[in-house]
């Protein structure tokens, strides 16, 4: 198969679910600025060179349904000929997206394709807003409708993460991602606009737009001993609360990808490549453990030691689950390689966005430090991990 570059990766900022920026711009918006920005951050290319544009999204349903890739290339301002497709791996969406749209630029059957994310939790709660498990099913395999905090809260007991560790880990992305926002090292976020309701004093409400141009969950007064007066959230007598988990946030990402052909038509030079992507299933009552798996699988089918990564975006989806990854990787003495502007305790974890926000900060920090490879991992809801490869261009 041929190569699929990654040219452009760029990202909304996220921002608090409820209680931030995004509360009130629909997902269709912000999935549709991104996909404009990303193109308009491309040189030379116009929306008519895209073939197809995935987008992920793990509650694909009220305003995120009736196909949320088809209806965002077309708000997006995309010609009727250009595709969209959502797709859903819950919490890897994004990466799956990204995964899908390079396939199929290095099957040759696409040369510009898109690969993307979105998740409004404010509008889609987590579990969707009307969870239908199978009556019979559930009652042998409960396990697979875990709520994600007990899973969180198993791994931190099965294999001894402790309260004080998770909330050190925790500490560190909170002041990592401050560090970042105040130093701007975030280079691939956009200014979106956010839409809000403003109440007139006759009792309607008017619609204005203000730009938003930084994740707003960040915490940068964020101490140890702060993190340690909160009260588990999940379960009673648990490790687990609301400063060690991530933050359930608002956002989208998109990544535009093609072929060498038209790269050098339209004369743009590459980031990066995604060489590997895969995924493994584990038990879905510790689905924490994920990137424990998938990581090495990854890394064994491009024939790259761990060693030779230098940089890891692992996704907080929390502090327990990982840094036991990260310990069984081996890779704790190496924790200036791994999130190094934060993680989703710090920046949020809007579910369907996550992969597609990580692999844009993961190359906008593998271009700053010049790493040749950079894996990105998560573990996702229902007993499984994904993790992929980057090659950094020239
Ligand atoms: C844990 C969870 C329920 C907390 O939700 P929340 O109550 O909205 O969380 P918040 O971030 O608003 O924090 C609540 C309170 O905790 C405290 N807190 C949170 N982070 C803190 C920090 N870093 N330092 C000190 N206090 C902190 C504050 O008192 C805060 O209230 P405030 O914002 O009014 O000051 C939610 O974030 C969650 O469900 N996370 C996991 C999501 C998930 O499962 N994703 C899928 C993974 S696979």
């Given amino acids: 198969m041929r190569d699929a570059y990654i040219v452009t990766s760029v990202r909304t900022p996220g921002c608090k679910r409820k209680k931030g920026a995004f509360s009130q711009t629909r997902p269709e918006d912000l999935i549709a600025f991104i996909l404009d920005a990303a193109v308009k951050k491309t040189p030379a290319l116009e929306k008519k060179d895209v073939e197809d544009i995935m987008v992920g999204c793990a509650f694909p349903e009220a305003e995120q349904g009736m196909n949320i890739g088809r209806v965002a290339a077309l708000m997006a301002g995309f010609p009727v000929e250009v595709t969209g497709a959502t797709v859903n791996r819950f919490c890897s969406s994004g990466l799956e997206a990204i995964a899908q ?25 987590l579990g969707g807003h009307m969870p239908r498990p199978h009556p019979e099913w559930t009652k042998q395999h409960a396990d697979l409708y875990t709520s994600m905090g007990i899973t969180a809260e198993n791994v931190a007991k099965r294999y001894g993460v402790s309260r004080e560790d998770q909330d050190e880990f925790a500490c560190q992305s909170q002041l990592k991602a401050a560090r ?23 009792g309607t409400y008017r619609k ?48 535009v990808i093609m072929s ?33 798996y998938a990581i090495p699988r990854v890394l064994k089918m491009a024939g790259v030691d761990i060693k030779d990564v ?18 069984e990787l081996g890779i704790d003495n190496d ?7 934060g ?5 949020g974890h809007p579910l369907g966005c996550t992969g597609a926000k990580l692999a844009a900060t993961l190359l906008a920090n593998m271009r700053r430090k010049g790493a040749q490879y950079g894996v990105e991992s998560m573990c996702i809801g229902g007993g499984m991990g994904a993790a992929a490869l980057f090659e950094l261009c020239g």
């Avoid at 924790?335 to 502007?341: A, C, E, L, Q």
Wanted: glycine share 10%; hydrophobic share 40%.
């Fill in 343 to 347: 993680g989703a305790i710090a920046l």
């Fill in 101 to 125: 749209a390079s396939l199929r630029v290095m099957a040759g059957w696409s040369e510009v394709t898109i690969g993307s994310g979105v998740e409004s939790m404010s509008f889609v709660p």
């Fill in 260 to 292: 060498e052909e038209k790269m050098n038509e339209l004369g743009l030079t590459p980031v990066a490549k995604l060489k590997y992507y895969t995924t493994v299933g584990c038990q879905p009552d510790e689905m924490g453990v994920g990137p424990k």
């Fill in 180 to 202: 970042a926002r105040k130093e701007g090292l975030f280079t691939e976020l956009v200014p979106t606009p956010a839409t809000r309701y403003v109440r007139q004093e006759n």
């Fill in 310 to 327: 230098g940089l890891f975006e692992i996704n907080e989806a929390f502090a327990s689950q990982a840094l036991h990854c990260i310990r």
């Fill in 208 to 255: 204005e737009t203000v730009l938003q141009d930084f994740d707003d969950g960040i915490r940068e007064g964020t101490t140890v001993e702060g993190l340690a007066k909160l009260n588990p959230v999940f379960a009673a007598g648990g490790s687990v609360t609301a400063g060690n988990s991530s933050q359930t946030t608002d956002g989208a990402a998109a990544t």
């Fill in 335 to 341: 924790m200036d390689k791994i999130n190094i502007n």
